[in-house]
């Protein structure tokens, strides 16, 4: 063992206990502080795996599916380190081995979940050589941070040839990962939907429109929502690859279900798009060769964190706090706020900070019309662009209140709301708002 090794994981471990002791998330910082002591820790702890690296990419889903298959693993009675916070750039993946360390610098873990943020796979797979990578989708993200959608693709796909033997899990129903998936040459199987579940009411901005073999418009005979769904190409013969775990029977209302394998799986979440993240991890733990025969007793423990329908109780009102980022992301986090049908308050929280991209015009794409139902008590707009998000609804002629500090709007809606609210929120105001709620729920 290094002793450059066994420093840097004291110093990191020290400045997350700091951090933490100041109220910040301090994940990122024991990484930064880790590989400024020891430039190649991540190869030196991942190489101390004892079976298998999973890595979990995609724009939307990425750390439900990542936990969820770690909780999945753990019920098989292994040892798995994780970045359950999702930090996943690359100061946020050291972050996780150094802190899931011993003070030595010896690592206990016969497994590893890391999240991995697709820009970033260029300084994370080649140091941690993944055995399996799970593609959750590619939706258009951060135009000013990622570029258009190409750009990630081609960035993932010279990621995925420089580790030809990881197996990659992929959404068969997204034809933009199953054309990666198909074109990298790594070996790969599908999960996906074969039959449509709800009517897609909504207008979205389909990215998946044209082949990318021929640039042929592809034909769907049903969209799920955005461009997942049943595809094929007219011209080349481009289509929906063979789904090796395909949910059938989905039910989707107050609870989650759907079979699997003739596995009937249940699951107490909402919203559609969940049933993609349980069935992704499913996928994953039977590709690593489980038979996933606890996976239905993990879902009746695990209990979603980091605001992705994070459930508080505060002063008799029920919160959910969901993270909510770009286009397809918001359009399923309203369609699972409008599942529920007894009358709720709505707080949004749009930032624009580095973290989040600068360019907030995506919120342009959303359906938030979807937001005019009777069972709306009040919407409040928060955040560094609130005015922006409440010029948004006022197009589409739904009233709004604002309340810059984020605080103050929970506080209002907790004294005089209907005891239902809903919390959505961008990236960066995801951890001061998970605070406030945690510093609410343990007043008395």
């Keep these: 063992m290094k002793i450059r090794t066994t420093i840097a994981v004291m110093a990191a471990k020290i400045t997350g206990h700091v951090c933490k002791l100041m109220g910040r998330q301090g994940v990122t910082w024991a990484g930064k502080i880790a590989l400024k002591i020891c430039p190649d820790i991540l190869e030196e702890l991942s190489s101390q795996v004892r079976e298998k690296i999973f890595v979990v990419c995609g724009t939307n889903g990425k750390t439900t599916t990542n936990n969820m298959l770690c909780a999945g693993l753990e019920a098989e009675g292994k040892k798995v380190i994780c970045n359950h916070t999702g930090s996943n750039m690359l100061n946020g993946v050291v972050a996780a081995f150094v802190l899931g360390a011993r003070f030595s610098g010896k690592l206990d873990a016969d497994y590893a979940c890391i999240e991995v943020d697709e820009a970033s796979t260029r300084h994370v797979f080649t140091k941690i050589k993944p055995d399996y ?41 997204d034809a933009l990962s199953a054309y990666l998936a198909m074109d990298c040459g790594n070996p790969f199987v599908t999960y996906g939907i074969s039959k449509p579940v709800i009517k897609n009411k909504t207008n979205e901005i389909r990215e998946g429109r044209f082949c990318k073999c021929c640039g042929e418009r592809l034909v769907y005979s049903f969209y799920h929502y955005s461009q997942l769904g049943d595809y094929r190409c007219p011209k080349c013969g481009f289509k929906r690859p063979e789904i090796d775990f395909d949910a059938t029977d989905v039910k989707v209302d107050d ?32 590709t690593a060769g489980f038979k996933a025969e606890h996976f239905n007793e993990m879902l009746k423990k695990f209990n979603p964190e980091n605001g992705r329908n994070e459930q508080f109780r505060i002063k008799g009102t029920s919160v959910v706090l969901n993270l909510a980022k770009n286009p397809a992301g918001f359009n399923q986090n309203i369609s699972a706020v409008m599942q529920d049908e007894s009358p709720k308050d709505i707080i949004i929280v749009i930032n624009d900070n580095a973290q989040d991209g600068k360019d907030i015009s995506w919120l342009w794409d959303v359906d938030f019309d979807l937001f005019g139902g009777d069972n709306i008590n009040s919407i409040t707009v928060s955040g560094i662009r609130c005015q922006d998000m409440r010029l948004r609804l006022k197009y589409v002629d739904i009233p709004s209140m604002l309340e810059n500090d984020v ?38």
Aim: with cysteine; aromatic share 10%.
């Design 407 to 444: 605080e103050t709007a929970i506080r209002k809606r907790i004294e005089d709301g209907c005891g239902n609210l809903y919390v959505l929120v961008n990236y960066t105001a995801l951890f001061g708002t998970r605070n406030i709620l945690k510093k609410l729920e343990g007043e008395k």
């Design 255 to 286: 609870q989650i279900a759907f079979t699997v394998e003739d596995k009937r799986i249940v699951a107490n979440y909402k919203g559609f798009y969940n049933v993609y993240n349980i069935l992704a991890a499913y996928a994953g733990i039977r």
């Design 133 to 173: 990578m799970v593609m959750t989708n590619l939706f258009r993200d951060q135009l000013d941070r990622y570029g258009e959608i190409d750009i990630t693709m081609n960035i993932l796909e010279e990621m995925m040839k420089k580790v030809p033997d990881m197996k990659v899990i992929v959404n068969g129903d």
